[in-house]
T-cell receptor
């Protein structure tokens, strides 16, 4: 079992739908990162959080430390949100560990 | 403010050769970390440099090495290239260590193909 598991692996939705991507991890962490990767490879850091909830425009990220679980929500999804979303965790001075990514496709 | 710059963007090398990739971080950032992304293994952490010192290393063979200069620019070197080294290599810069509570800014990556 991977240390960081994301679900679903692939998600296709219609424009305007509410999207949820989940991330579960198996060890204690110091921070959790949500990343977005568009075709071509460039990665953008969306959120970094260690507790609670953060909001950026239509994006919301939550984390439950006790349950070792985080969710990334996208409200009013748009085709430009189509990308791979990656969850990563860091544990103190140890290496970053990544989930396998969720490929999101939003159809117009 | 300029972003993270990686050069070159694309590279084709032959098995057995060596390659050097470059990463220029955002001005003022002291940490540069490197990652390998392949279809089979996904994103994997290679190593992190902070103020010219390697701070952490992932599970990669000694053929993968790096260094950081006094201006925080970093280079990554892979010697004796193997076909399996074909990947997208990404670097990220941050103010403090990427492993602590700090945001990382990624470059566009260098796509290395080994033939």
């Amino acid at each position: 079992k991977n240390e960081v598991e994301q679900s679903p692996q692939n998600l296709t939705a219609q424009e305007g739908e509410f999207i949820t991507i989940n991330c579960s991890y198996s060890v204690g962490i110091s921070a959790l990162h949500w990343l977005q990767q568009h075709p071509g490879g460039g990665i953008v850091s969306l959120f970094m959080l260690s507790s609670g909830k953060k909001k950026h425009g239509r994006l919301i990220a939550t984390i439950n430390i006790q349950e070792k679980h985080s969710s990334l929500h996208i409200t009013a999804s748009h085709p430009r949100d189509s990308a791979v979303y990656i969850c990563a965790v860091s544990r103190g001075a140890q290496k970053l560990v990544f989930g396998q990514g969720t490929r999101l496709t939003i159809n117009p | 403010k300029a972003g993270v710059t990686q050069t070159p963007r694309y590279l084709i090398k032959t098995r057995g050769q060596q390659v050097t990739l470059s990463c220029s971080p955002i001005s003022g950032h002291r940490s540069v970390s490197w990652y390998q992304q392949t279809p089979g293994q996904g994103l994997q952490f290679l190593f992190e440099y902070f103020s010219e010192t390697q701070r952490n290393k992932g599970n990669f063979p000694g053929r993968f090495s790096g260094r950081q200069f006094s201006n925080s620019r970093s280079e990554m070197n892979v010697s004796t290239l193997e076909l399996g080294d074909s990947a997208l290599y990404l670097c990220a810069s941050s103010l403090e260590s990427v492993l602590s509570y700090t945001e990382a800014f990624f470059g566009q990556g260098t796509r290395l193909t080994v033939v």
